[in-house]
T-cell receptor
Framework: GAGVSQTPSNKVTEKGKYVELRCDPI?????LYWYRQSLGQGPEFLIY????????DSGLPNDRFFAVRPEGSVSTLKIQRTERGDSAVYLC?????????????FGPGTRLTVT | AQKVTQAQTEISVVEKEDVTLDCVYE???????LFWYKQPPSGELVFLIR??????QNEISGRYSWNFQKSTSSFNFTITASQVVDSAVYFC?????????????FGKGTKLTVNP
């Protein structure tokens, strides 16, 4: 079956530009997570959706970062006025339900490079 | 605050050697979950195991085994008779069992290279 997919796989943008990163979760998965992984580091939590609502956005680094999931399926992570420090791999994960008993399935990530 | 420490940045072994990856965690909660993930060169994180804080039994799955010790806040991972395909970055992670968010807190990872 299809896993979590993320598009684009690579994105190069100039400092100051706006970018959108897309995540297609596994069909039927109600929970969706965004993480950011910098080089040589473990993934860092950004935001968690249960259905359409952001249940926990405590990991978003500042107000340049925003994410939506309007229909409870596909999610878009939006970054305004990108900075070089935003360069990282952005990972999306989905799970069948809410709670640690549900395994998080990760996508391949989007590698964002801000020049 | 939650924290996961993987002190070993890189480990290199020869095929068929046993190797143990260390993980030490910090949490104030009495109920929490521990995880190990594998990240091969392709980049996708692969779930290996989940353990809750009330279950200290060691677990074995094929060549993989996990040793959970609450007394030392450790959740170590051993690969027996390592193979080249085991080469990857391995992450230990922690999640507190609170309603509303089951975010994972990851360590920095240990890069394992298994040489033929």
């Amino acid at each position: 079956g299809a896993g979590v997919s993320q598009t684009p796989s690579n994105k190069v943008t100039e400092k100051g530009k706006y970018v959108e990163l897309r995540c297609d979760p596994i069909s039927g998965h109600t929970a969706l997570y965004w993480y950011r992984q910098s080089l040589g580091q473990g993934p860092e939590f950004l935001i968690y959706f249960q259905g359409t609502g952001a249940a926990d956005d405590s990991g978003l680094p500042n107000d340049r970062f925003f994410a939506v999931r309007p229909e409870g399926s596909v999610s878009t992570l939006k970054i305004q006025r990108t900075e070089r420090g935003d360069s990282a791999v952005y990972l999306c994960a989905s799970s069948l339900g809410s709670g640690v008993n549900y395994e998080q399935y990760f996508g391949p990530g989007t590698r964002l490079t801000v020049t | 605050a939650q924290k996961v420490t993987q002190a070993q940045t890189e480990i290199s072994v020869v095929e068929k050697e046993d190797v143990t990856l260390d993980c030490v965690y910090e949490t104030r909660d009495t109920t929490y979950y521990l995880f190990w993930y594998k990240q091969p060169p392709s980049g996708e994180l692969v779930f290996l195991i989940r353990r809750n804080s009330f279950d200290e039994q060691n677990e074995i799955s094929g060549r993989y085994s996990w040793n959970f010790q609450k007394s030392t806040s450790s959740f170590n991972f051993t690969i027996t008779a390592s193979q080249v395909v085991d080469s990857a970055v391995y992450f230990c992670a922690l999640s507190e069992a609170r309603g509303g968010s089951e975010k994972l807190v990851f360590g920095k990872g240990t890069k394992l290279t298994v040489n033929p």
